[in-house]
């Protein structure tokens, strides 16, 4: 079982959508969770991080997290063309003396006009 | 904006050469990372250094090496590049406090023939 778990998608949402993004993970270490979204031919870029449960909101993106049940959500209100992208989550821990992180292999989300 | 430039996009090498990449970043960050991204396997961390000539090897170490003479240059060597080298590089970087994130460069798209 892979420590962190992500559906690939591809997931594909008319414009104006509301967009659930989901991961699960088996390890109960992991202290903080990030969001990457990573463009075609593009490195991942840090969308949001958070370090307890509940939600985190920066503008049209919320993260959830749900450490009883180990159950990270992304939400993306009004979803625009251009957050077509593919989603990565990445869970953190403290480990051997550096922070080490576990990513998920990403959903891919397209939203179409 | 942190700012982590990988010297090339696209790489076409052949089975035996001893293989380069490179990267920099401009932030003055301890850390750097070594990632290979492959579809369906998400991230995996090859090395990463803590500091100037420091180095730890990550999850898939084998068959590469890497050297950090200056902080702000992290380099990845395939020692007898084989085919199945062949993926997505990326490089990051992050200050070590905390459970601050990576920032990646934008990768580099590596066959070997």
């Known amino acids: 079982q892979k420590e962190v778990e992500q559906d690939p998608g591809p997931l594909s949402v008319p414009e104006g959508a509301i967009v659930s993004l989901n991961c699960t993970y088996s390890?109960?270490?992991?202290?903080?969770f990030m969001w990457y979204r990573q463009y075609s031919r593009k490195g991942p870029e840090l969308l949001m991080y958070?370090?307890?449960?509940g939600n985190k909101e920066d503008g049209r993106f919320t993260a959830q997290v749900d450490k009883s049940s180990k159950y990270i959500s992304l939400f993306i209100r009004d979803s625009q063309p251009s957050d077509s992208a593919t989603y990565l989550c990445?869970?953190?821990?403290?480990?051997?003396?550096?922070?080490?992180?576990?990513f998920g292999a990403g959903t891919r989300l397209a939203v179409h006009p | 904006d942190v700012k982590v430039t990988q010297s090339s996009r696209y790489l076409v090498k052949r089975t035996g050469e001893k293989v380069f990449l490179e990267c920099v970043q401009d932030?003055?960050?301890?850390?750097m990372f070594w990632y290979r991204q492959d579809p369906g396997l998400g991230l995996r961390l090859i090395y990463f250094?803590?500091?100037?000539?420091?180095?730890e090897k990550g999850d898939i170490p084998e068959g590469y090496s890497v050297s950090r003479e200056k902080k702000e240059r992290f380099s990845l060597i395939l020692e007898s590049a084989s085919t199945n080298q062949t993926s997505m590089y990326l490089c990051?970087?992050?200050?070590?406090?905390?459970?601050?994130?990576?920032?990646f460069g934008d990768g580099t798209r590596l066959s070997i023939l």
């Open positions: 932030m003055d960050h301890e850390n």
């Open positions: 990051a970087s992050r200050t070590p406090t905390g459970g601050q994130p990576q920032h």
């Open positions: 390890n109960s270490a992991f202290q903080y």
């Open positions: 990445a869970n953190g821990m403290f480990s051997g003396g550096y922070n080490k992180l576990i």
């Open positions: 958070t370090y307890s449960s």
């Open positions: 250094s803590y500091d100037v000539k420091m180095k």
